[in-house]
């Protein structure tokens, strides 16, 4: 069944380990009411379940070859900050 599911961010290591429905689709990078950053994704719960992951890269900061589809941008205080998403192989 086709569904959306929210996963929490903690910014704590550049590369953000996940474990996702195949073929998940990102919706949304932001704040939830609880101000904990979150991401949103449309899902086939169908599917089983693979490894991806999130990479954080500050601005003026090397972007990895590897690093995925870019997905959003944020700005924390006077940081910024843009997350890239893939799904690992």
Request: with cysteine.
């Amino acid at each position: 069944m086709k569904t959306i599911w929210k996963y929490p961010i903690r910014m704590t290591t550049e590369r953000i380990p996940l474990e996702v429905p195949a073929k998940a689709f990102p919706l949304k990078l932001a704040n939830d009411y609880t101000s904990q950053l979150c991401l949103w994704m449309a899902v086939d719960d169908e599917h089983e379940k693979v490894p991806a992951e999130i990479t954080i890269v500050g601005t003026g900061e090397r972007l990895p070859a590897d690093a995925g589809a870019y997905l959003d941008t944020i700005f924390v205080s006077s940081f910024v900050f843009h997350f890239f998403y893939k799904e690992v192989e």
